[in-house]
Every structure is written in C-alpha cells, then in structure tokens.
C-alpha cells in the first residue's frame, strides 16, 4: 500500500519562482491536509479539504492555494515563492468525520533563495 | 490558535533509561495523539487516545489522556537507540474537521 504519497522530496526555487507540491493519496480518505514545519515548532495547517471540490484555509494559508479536483489528489500551489516559505511541506489524509488520527506522507523539503 | 505546549524540548539519555514527556493546553480535547518522526520521514502514529483518563501501551510506549481532558503523557521504558527521533503530541476536537494541533515536538537522543 503506497498511503499518502509527496512529490517532489526536495526542490530549490529562486525568489519569485512558482510551484506545485504534489500530493495523492490511495486509501478513499476524503479530509486531506497540508501542513508545513519549521525547526523547532510543531507543524502548522496552510490548507485542508473535506471531500472533493471543497478546500478551505487553515492556520497559515497566505501565500499558498489548494485544490481538491479528485479524491485522490489535493495540490499546493506556491505562486510567488518567498524565503518565507522555505519549510518542509507535509500532506496528510484521513478518512472523515470522526476522531481518526492523520496519515501522513514523508513530506517535501523546499528551500527559497 | 489554540497552543499545545510540549516539553521537555528534548533529552539526552542513555540506553536503558525511562523517558517522559508531556503536553498541556488551556483548551479541552477530545482526542490526544502521539506521533514519532524519523529524519526524512513524516510522523508515523504511535499511540491514540479517545478517552479521557484512558491509558493505552504499545509496547514500551505508554501514554495516557488527561482527566481533564487538557493533558497527555507519554512513557518510554527502557529506551533503546532506535528510539531516536522527534515526538509530537497531538490533539483533535470533534468538531474541528480534524484540524490536529500539534505540540513543538521533543526531540530524544539516546546514547549507547
């Protein structure tokens, strides 16, 4: 079972720059998540999604947008990348309503310079 | 938002040795979550706890839900070196479209 899968695992972007995190997950879950972690702290919600074509904003959505065209896939879109948003990006999935914890993928590493 | 706070924010401790830590918030919870993370990877689930007072084991680990539903431990006995890593306490409110709040994490080294 492949779980939540992340591409790329690492990637380097100039100021300005654009790029899409991918996130796809093979398990049915409807709510997924992206979340982003800095050293030191715990991990931070930008975005989330409760079935397909519905996405709303978490914690720290600025600079970032979503979509949720399929089940399976829930992107992150970077516009304008700023050294801001160098973080380790993680997407996650469960299956729905409930108390069932988070599936988590092995994240993304972006570095902006 | 609401804040978990973890501590400690990390420990060096030899093989063997008992380790524990804790996370407190101002704000009631209906699950509390345990999550260890390797370097490179995500965090993997190792404990879930839905009731309050609960104390639930998988293996070494032993965490258990506060009484009053705004804590959580979590014990690891006789530590190992594989036990190195990153754990993070987490936790859910119904109705919260399973927003997690997630602590700062603690970071554990074991020596041999």
């Known amino acids: 079972n492949a779980g939540v899968t992340q591409t790329p695992k690492f990637r380097i972007l100039k100021i300005g720059q654009s790029m899409t995190l991918q996130c796809t997950q093979d398990m049915n879950h409807n709510y997924m998540y992206w979340y982003r972690q800095d050293p030191g702290m715990g991990l931070k919600l930008i975005y989330y999604?409760?079935?397909?074509?519905?996405?709303d904003k978490g914690e720290v959505p600025n600079g970032y947008n979503v979509s949720r065209s399929t089940t399976e896939d829930f992107p992150l879109r970077l516009e304008l990348a700023a050294p801001s948003q160098t973080s380790v990006y993680f997407c996650?999935?469960?299956?729905?309503?409930?108390?069932?914890?988070?599936?988590f993928g092995n994240g993304t590493r972006l570095t902006v310079t | 938002g609401q804040q978990l706070n973890q501590s400690p924010q990390s420990m060096f401790i030899q093989e063997g040795e008992d380790v524990s830590m804790n996370c407190t918030s101002s704000s009631i919870f209906n699950t509390w979550l345990w999550y260890k993370q390797d370097p490179g990877e995500g965090p993997v689930l190792l404990i879930a706890l839905y009731k309050a007072g609960e104390l639930t084991s998988n293996g070494r680990l032993t965490a258990q839900f506060g009484i009053t539903r705004k804590d959580s431990f979590l014990n690891i006995s006789a530590s190992i070196p594989s036990d190195v890593g990153i754990y993070f306490c987490a936790a859910l409110q119904t109705d919260s479209w399973g927003k997690l709040q997630f602590g700062a994490g603690t970071q554990v080294v074991v020596t041999p």
């Open positions: 999604s409760v079935g397909a074509g519905i996405t």
């Open positions: 996650a999935s469960r299956p729905g309503q409930g108390l069932s914890p988070l599936h």
